[in-house]
């Protein structure tokens, strides 16, 4: 969740390290700190550390008052989302070693923290933080102390760790090497000319270099002007990264003169899907994945598909549930992650586990995608970064190329999300014989039509703005639909709970009258989400009949339906309409408008768009 930085080269440390910081704000921002290293001449080096409780602003006001006229040699910087210990002055990374002379910084949780503690105030250390990070900081200040070799120091603490963690480290008589080591947690580098970066991700460093180097699990790795960059285990054998070129440069890290980089994301998403599409069809008419490790064979065997996904991601793989069983005819059952692995599902080796997964190291995620490992099953990742840890461990990868989403609360990531589903659906039909090759055609033309159509939702987005608005001064606000309508109410009803921090709730449609019709009062703002009135005519009976329902109560109805449908035009209060499209991919289309209300609402509360109070881009915690 934590957003750490390092940094060795000729520029101003502190301006790489708060530049990188403030790029990586959206990962945590419940206090901020770094730690610098100055080599003066004809003195001894020594290490300064500042850190402030609050947002990044809060650490630059402070850094601002201080004589910056000698430049730090190497530094380190950390914005945190709180897990052990409140957001505070005290509890703000980095934290120090008892003799002040090794400081660290940390994302995931030391799982074994307890006892180190115990161990290590039984010698007489004091602690000064409520942070499982301190440990780690006491630990590697007393191993540095041995042979004075930090990354020596950073191998054996990190064989007594236990649990998630990146940590990087710097020492106040070694100002020319930073340290890092990363366990089931998010760690890269860059590479400049003569400079060095580490980060919990490329948009700390994107604005310097493109090139970059992924680290495999349990490694150390050491950047000096000196050496350059040395890779370890944690045994303490040499190892090797995997290169990489980042696809996208620093304008995507921008608003580009947005707002906010939400409302930027929203208006990526045309592109962003588009890109997700391209290039997926071989000359051959097949669906082509990125990474594969299943042969066809391994496709044909499958007779039950897991998706496993958490909050926004989870919903994305609801409505691909209703695709693969349509177009597969395979059993297919949506999991949360965090839930997965401890109900002990029954899986095989004809079990196909789908992990959806934006940042790809999402920890309840990755955790069970190991489960349907050790279980046999084979598992296929969608994941918008390259690289990360849940695409390596998978047999199978597609990548969604959204591009670097900055906002908390996803957008484009969710829609390529759904378009990296639909393409997975169509290749298991493709490979089973299940559809034959121009009824997929068929599918793809309308998903390839899809962009121009989301474009078109977000042309006409102003009265979505007006009906926020006028719904501002509400203290709930609920959410309807069936079929692949009732996942994206779900994700209507999250996106105005991160942004708005209101009530908000999504139901199916028809369960409405089991209990959730008794918060209805006069003026609830009721959003119907409304099936296509062609095809599943049935469906769009039934949601009429529950808008009815609640119409009858009091509710004022916003209506997400399709063009020219004047039955739900003449029952609804308020009617956002979208392109024609056919019901199995019609979220691409209707979800546009419910994050842009969500948006707007949250505006007009005063709430903070990009970052939303207790909530971090990527979960890399369980």
Known sequence: MCGIVGYVGARSVVDVVIDGLRRLEYRGYDSAGVALVFNPDGADSYLEVDKKAGKLANLEAVLAEQDRSLEAACGI?????????????????PHLSADGRVAIIHNGIIENFGQLRAELEATGVEFLSDTDTEVAAHLLGREYAVDGDLTEAMTRVCTRLEGAFTLLAVAADDPDTVVGARRNSPLVVGLGEGEYFLASDVAAFIAYTTEAIELGQDQIVTISRADGITVRGFDGEPSEGKPFSVDWDIAAAEKGGYDTFMA????????????????????????????????????????????????????????????????????????????????????DRSTLVVVISQSGET?????????????????????????????????????????????????KAFL???????????????????????????????????????????????????????????????????????????????KLKELAYLHAEGFAAGELKHGPISLIEEGTPVVAIVPSPR????????????IQEVKARGAKVIAICEEGDAI????????????????????????????????ELATAMGRDIDQPRNLAKSVTVE
Not at 77 to 93: E, F, I, L, Q, Y
Not at 293 to 303: C, E, G, V, Y
Not at 372 to 395: C, F, Y
């Open 77 to 93: 910087g950390h914005t945190r989302w709180a897990t052990h210990g409140v957001p505070s002055d005290r509890n703000a990374h």
């Open 568 to 599: 739900t035009a003449s029952h609804a209060d308020f009617v956002i309409e979208t392109p024609a499209t056919p019901t199995l991919l019609a979220p691409l289309l209707t979800t546009v408008p419910l994050q842009e209300f969500a948006i």
């Open 416 to 494: 390529t999300q759904l378009a990296a589903c639909y393409l997975v659906g169509l290749h298991l039909a493709q490979v089973r014989g299940i559809k034959y090759a121009d009824e997929v055609s068929a599918i793809l033309d309308e998903l390839v039509a899809a962009p121009g159509k989301i474009a078109k939702v977000i042309e006409h987005l102003e009265p979505v703005r007006e009906m926020a608005r006028n719904s501002a001064g509400k203290d709930r606000v609920l959410f309807i639909g069936r079929h692949v309508g009732y996942p994206v109410a779900l994700e209507g009803a999250l």
């Open 264 to 347: 930027k994301e929203i208006h990526e998403q045309p592109q962003a899907v588009a890109d997700t599409l391209r290039g997926r069809i071989d000359e051959a008419g097949q669906i082509v994945l990125d990474e594969v490790r299943m042969s066809d064979q391994d496709f044909r065997d499958i007779d039950k598909v897991f998706i496993v996904a958490c909050g926004t991601s989870y919903h994305a793989g609801l409505v691909t549930k209703y695709a693969i069983e349509h177009w597969t005819r395979i059993p297919c059952e949506v999991e949360l992650a965090s839930e997965f692995r401890y109900r002990d599902p029954v899986l």
């Open 535 to 546: 095809g599943r005519s049935l469906l769009h009976d039934k949601i009429i009949s529950n």
């Open 363 to 411: 920890m309840d995620t990755l955790m069970a995608l190991r489960h349907a490992k050790d279980q046999k099953a084979r598992v296929l990742a969608i994941s918008n970064t390259v690289g990360s840890t849940i695409p390596r461990e998978s047999d199978a990868v597609l990548y969604t190329r959204a591009g670097i989403e900055v906002a908390v609360a996803s957008t």
